[in-house]
């Protein structure tokens, strides 16, 4: 969840997805953000896509890996996300897997620890 009120071509196109739905994202952001009239939405300290101050830049972040599903409403957010940290010099990897939002990657186990 890298940007609150959504509006990406994959969260349109897989609003309905049965494992995280746009519905589901959009609870998920009412949740964390209690009342706001869309003003926190646009706060760099809320959306990983909005530009942080001089001060608080993406190079000050650890090295990163993303993961992102291609049927996910998530995916676009994820990419966006990618991008800017690989222009940041902070991407160390970033895998896409041709299946829905978490629950079908590829090895992973779903029992849990």
């Known amino acids: 969840m890298a940007k609150p009120n959504g509006g990406t071509k994959s969260m349109i196109k897989y609003w309905n997805n049965p494992f995280w739905s746009g519905t589901q994202n959009s609870f998920a952001w009412s ?17 990983l896509l909005v530009d942080p101050p001089e001060q608080e830049t993406l190079d000050k972040l650890p090295p990163v890996y993303i993961q992102i599903n291609t049927k996910d409403v998530l995916r676009d957010e994820g990419e966006m996300y990618a991008q800017r940290l690989k222009a940041a010099g902070k991407l160390i990897e970033f895998t896409e897997y041709d299946t829905y939002h978490v629950g079908g990657v590829p090895g992973l186990d779903r029992g849990g620890p």
């Open 31 to 47: 949740v964390y953000l209690p009342g706001d009239d869309g003003t926190l939405a646009n706060d760099w300290r809320v959306s």
